[in-house]
Every structure is written in structure tokens, then in C-alpha cells.
């Protein structure tokens, strides 16, 4: 893929020919940040964003110390690259409010670059770089990119800065569609919560529904089973499909192949999921994910079921799965998982949560409504997964078919030549 007014061969070049990296610094023995504003901005990998900085949470280097890791400060003109840890290969150029900051031992930066900067960039986001990160993250449980390596990295890059530029000015286009959807997505899922906060607590009703809500129990409305018991040697390729924990991902239920798991143990009859139960997670080694929740669609075409550290919640009401993602309700189990040191619901705690519920006829009013904010957000997310396939898309047809283009050229000369 080319600019049809771009015909010139590209150089095929190594990042070190076009640039220098350079490495962050360590705090000095017994000193710490700070949050005073008027410091010294340290920029650490947690602050590090694909594409940016997480401004939120910076913290900042007292005055007597900025001139012992001064040398080490970071510009916008540069890009940076986290080098070690889970967050490994995380890249961006920081904003110029932040010209001038300090940069962790965990991240270098690529500074004095020839090329156009924001060109560098989006070559560096290409599967070049990924192929890299992998190649390390098998050598120990601390993977880290060395000076080196980074150094070493191959590129391919036009000749000329008009060429450059154009390519980074669209793919600057298209990144801002991306994050402009995603402000719409974080938007209404910020409207969701703000609606199933102030809908439970009644602070919102539709038109023509003025009927107190009636004080009920959570196992007055529906049934809980704890789920099915099995060991590794019933874990099998094909079999009875059963959903845990990690299927759970932000209110639904997550089918994908690599995190599904099969039993030839067969559960009782109860423990079928039916369309509509809705699947809790009961028990976790991180304590914050125990309570979450999704609802099933009837979706799968098999006999399945959930794990013993799930449960399953059988109701008919219209507003069931909505209580599950209820302030109410995220409230009542953090409560309950506060005062033990094992991260464990059960079915008999939860059936004592107490609320109010309104007459079905406005429940099924208030779910229609939600439901359709939920098709929003899910057309929402569906659209930056596509926006974000086509920019690998792009960059795979950009950079990466150059470079193979670039192989077979070289491996045709050898021919010729032997």
C-alpha cells in the first residue's frame, strides 16, 4: 500500500542508524516522590499508555535530587518504550506539558530522531516490534528489552520526510477516530452507571409508574446453585462445557475458544444453564473480581454449565441481571468480603441482600431501557475492535509487506548471483 504521488524504493535501515536510545533512571538511594505539582514530573511504566501518559496519577521528583537524574529527563519530541515487566513494549511520546520529565529505569527513550517522529512511531507498532517482545518474554519470569536489542530493531522507512509524513498524518487519523469512539464508549458506560445507580435508589422513574417499590430479598425473587464439582482428571477436549471465572469479562460471557474448558463429569439436572440465568463468580484468588456477573443469552448450541466457584442465579424477573451490576449490590458483597480472609460469596450470604423492587409492568419498562444502553455499548465496542483491526491492517500493508518485499529481492540477488 502506497501513495500513488510515492514511487521511490524504501531504505531498509536498523533503529540505531536513524536514532538514539537511550536508557531511564533509578531514583537514588532513600529518596522518594512526591505530589507536590511544582516538582519535577517522574514518569513510571503504570503511567505509560499506548500513544501517551496517564497524567491522573504522576508523581513528582523533589527539587534537591532532580540534578543527580536530570540527564535522564524526556521530551515530546521523543518516543518512549517501557522495557521490563508485564507491561513490556508499551510505547508512546509523551504531551508537552510533561516536556522535561524524569523517565524510570523500566522504559527508555528513543531521542535525536532523523526521521519524522510520529513515522518512527507507527513503525514501531508493527508486528517488528511485537515479534521482539515475544522473543524475550520466554527468557526468564522478568522479561526486559535490552539497549540492543532496541538498538538493532529493523525497519524500513521511505526516503523521503513528504512520504513519512503523510503515512503518520493518516495513521494519526485514523488513532484519533479510535480514541474519539472510545470517548464515546467510556461515555455511555459512565451513563449506564450513573442510570442503575439512581434507578435502584428511585431517584429516576418513567412517566405514569408512581407506585411504591415493595421491600423484597434477593431470594425472593429467584434461585441460587452453587456450581458443578469436577477435578483435573475429568478435564477433557470434548465434553460437557463448562464456564468459570475468567469467563465473566464486563457483564458477559466471554466464548472464545483458548478460555473454555470441557469435562466428560456431567452435572445435575439444576445445573444447566438456561437462557437468561445469570452466572456469578462466587470465589477468586483476586478479591475484586469475585461478585462479578453476566447473563446468559442462550447463545451456545451444547449442554454447558459453570465451576464450583461460580454460582447460578435463576430468576423471571425483569431486573435480575440488572442487580448484579447495582451499586446495591457491588456494596452488599464488598461488605461481605471485607471482614474474612477468603475471597468467598455464598449462595445463603447473597440471598439476604435486601431491596426494593417495582411492579413487573415498570421493570420491564426500566430493562427495555437498559438493555438498549447495553446494545449501544456493545455496537460501541464492536466498532473500535474493527477501527483497530483495520489500523493493524494498515500497518501490516505498510510496513510489514515492504519488508518482506525487501526479503525476496534479496533472496532473488542470491540466486542470480550463486
Same mark, same amino acid.
Given at each position: 500500500?502506497?501513495?500513488?504521488?510515492?514511487?521511490?524504493?524504501?531504505?531498509?535501515?536498523?533503529?540505531?542508524?536513524?536514532?538514539?536510545?537511550?536508557?531511564?533512571?533509578?531514583?537514588?538511594?532513600?529518596?522518594?516522590?512526591?505530589?507536590?505539582?511544582?516538582?519535577?514530573?517522574?514518569?513510571?511504566?503504570?503511567?505509560?499508555?499506548?500513544?501517551?501518559?496517564?497524567?491522573?496519577?504522576?508523581?513528582?521528583?523533589?527539587?534537591?535530587?532532580?540534578?543527580?537524574?536530570?540527564?535522564?529527563?524526556?521530551?515530546?519530541?521523543?518516543?518512549?518504550?517501557?522495557?521490563?515487566?508485564?507491561?513490556?513494549?508499551?510505547? =508512546?511520546?509523551?504531551?508537552? /506539558?510533561? !516536556?522535561?520529565? #524524569?523517565?524510570?529505569?523500566?522504559?527508555?527513550?528513543?531521542? *535525536? &530522531? %532523523?526521521?519524522?517522529?510520529?513515522?518512527?512511531?507507527?513503525?514501531?507498532?508493527?508486528?517488528?516490534?511485537?515479534?521482539?517482545?515475544?522473543?524475550?518474554?520466554?527468557?526468564?519470569?522478568?522479561?526486559?528489552?535490552?539497549?540492543?536489542?532496541?538498538?538493532?530493531?529493523?525497519?524500513?522507512?521511505?526516503?523521503?520526510?513528504?512520504?513519512?509524513?503523510?503515512?503518520?498524518?493518516?495513521?494519526?487519523?485514523?488513532?484519533?477516530?479510535?480514541?474519539?469512539?472510545?470517548?464515546?464508549?467510556?461515555?455511555?458506560?459512565?451513563?449506564?452507571?450513573?442510570?442503575?445507580?439512581?434507578?435502584?435508589?428511585?431517584?429516576?422513574?418513567?412517566?405514569?409508574?408512581?407506585?411504591?417499590?415493595?421491600?423484597?430479598?434477593?431470594?425472593?425473587?429467584?434461585?441460587?446453585?452453587? =456450581?458443578?464439582?469436577?477435578? /483435573?482428571? !475429568?478435564?477433557? #477436549?470434548?465434553?460437557?462445557?463448562?464456564?468459570?471465572?475468567? *469467563? &465473566? %469479562?464486563?457483564?458477559?460471557?466471554?466464548?472464545?475458544?483458548?478460555?473454555?474448558?470441557?469435562?466428560?463429569?456431567?452435572?445435575?439436572?439444576?445445573?444447566?444453564?438456561?437462557?437468561?440465568?445469570?452466572?456469578?463468580?462466587?470465589?477468586?484468588?483476586?478479591?475484586?473480581?469475585?461478585?462479578?456477573?453476566?447473563?446468559?443469552?442462550?447463545?451456545?448450541?451444547?449442554?454447558?454449565?459453570?465451576?464450583?466457584?461460580?454460582?447460578?442465579?435463576?430468576?423471571?424477573?425483569?431486573?435480575?441481571?440488572?442487580?448484579?451490576?447495582?451499586?446495591?449490590?457491588?456494596?452488599?458483597?464488598?461488605?461481605?468480603?471485607?471482614?474474612?480472609?477468603?475471597?468467598?460469596?455464598?449462595?445463603?450470604?447473597?440471598?439476604?441482600?435486601?431491596?426494593?423492587?417495582?411492579?413487573?409492568?415498570?421493570?420491564?419498562?426500566?430493562?427495555?431501557?437498559?438493555?438498549?444502553?447495553?446494545?449501544?455499548?456493545?455496537?460501541?465496542?464492536?466498532?473500535?475492535?474493527?477501527?483497530?483491526?483495520?489500523?493493524?491492517?494498515?500497518?501490516?500493508?505498510?510496513?510489514?509487506?515492504?519488508?518482506?518485499?525487501?526479503?525476496?529481492?534479496?533472496?532473488?540477488?542470491?540466486?542470480?548471483?550463486?
Amino acid at each position: 500500500m502506497r501513495f500513488k504521488e510515492f514511487t521511490d524504493e524504501w531504505d531498509n535501515i536498523i533503529l540505531n542508524d536513524i536514532a538514539e536510545v537511550k536508557g531511564g533512571k533509578r531514583l537514588p538511594k532513600g529518596h522518594t516522590l512526591t505530589d507536590e505539582k511544582n516538582q519535577h514530573p517522574y514518569i513510571t511504566v503504570s503511567d505509560m499508555e499506548n500513544g501517551s501518559v496517564n497524567q491522573n496519577n504522576i508523581k513528582y521528583v523533589p527539587e534537591e535530587i532532580q540534578n543527580k537524574i536530570s540527564q535522564y529527563t524526556i521530551t515530546d519530541r521523543d518516543i518512549f518504550i517501557s522495557v521490563a515487566g508485564q507491561r513490556l513494549g508499551i510505547l =508512546g511520546i509523551i504531551p508537552p /506539558s510533561l !516536556n522535561g520529565a #524524569n523517565l524510570t529505569e523500566n522504559a527508555d527513550k528513543i531521542t *535525536n &530522531i %532523523q526521521i519524522n517522529q510520529k513515522f518512527l512511531y507507527h513503525s514501531l507498532e508493527t508486528s517488528v516490534l511485537t515479534k521482539l517482545i515475544q522473543k524475550v518474554s520466554t527468557r526468564n519470569a522478568q522479561p526486559k528489552l535490552a539497549l540492543k536489542e532496541i538498538r538493532n530493531i529493523k525497519l524500513v522507512i521511505p526516503q523521503t520526510k513528504q512520504e513519512q509524513e503523510k503515512i503518520s498524518n493518516f495513521l494519526d487519523y485514523v488513532d484519533k477516530k479510535i480514541e474519539l469512539m472510545d470517548n464515546n464508549y467510556q461515555y455511555f458506560k459512565a451513563f449506564k452507571k450513573y442510570l442503575l445507580q439512581n434507578i435502584f435508589a428511585q431517584k429516576l422513574r418513567f412517566d405514569g409508574f408512581n407506585e411504591e417499590w415493595k421491600k423484597t430479598y434477593l431470594k425472593d425473587i429467584g434461585t441460587f446453585y452453587r =456450581g458443578h464439582s469436577y477435578n /483435573s482428571s !475429568n478435564v477433557v #477436549n470434548e465434553g460437557l462445557l463448562v464456564l468459570r471465572s475468567n *469467563n &465473566i %469479562q464486563n457483564n458477559t460471557l466471554n466464548f472464545d475458544e483458548d478460555e473454555l474448558q470441557f469435562v466428560n463429569k456431567d452435572c445435575k439436572p439444576e445445573l444447566n444453564l438456561l437462557d437468561g440465568d445469570i452466572v456469578i463468580c462466587m470465589s477468586n484468588g483476586t478479591k475484586s473480581l469475585v461478585g462479578k456477573s453476566a447473563q446468559y443469552n442462550g447463545n451456545y448450541n451444547s449442554k454447558l454449565t459453570v465451576g464450583a466457584f461460580c454460582s447460578i442465579f435463576r430468576s423471571d424477573f425483569p431486573l435480575a441481571p440488572y442487580i448484579f451490576q447495582s451499586e446495591l449490590y457491588k456494596k452488599y458483597s464488598y461488605l461481605l468480603l471485607a471482614g474474612t480472609n477468603i475471597n468467598n460469596l455464598k449462595n445463603s450470604d447473597l440471598e439476604k441482600l435486601s431491596l426494593y423492587i417495582p411492579s413487573l409492568e415498570e421493570q420491564e419498562k426500566i430493562a427495555n431501557f437498559l438493555s438498549s444502553v447495553d446494545q449501544k455499548i456493545d455496537l460501541l465496542k464492536d466498532q473500535i475492535s474493527q477501527m483497530e483491526d483495520f489500523k493493524r491492517g494498515l500497518l501490516q500493508s505498510l510496513f510489514v509487506k515492504i519488508i518482506e518485499r525487501i526479503k525476496n529481492i534479496f533472496l532473488y540477488v542470491r540466486l542470480i548471483i550463486n
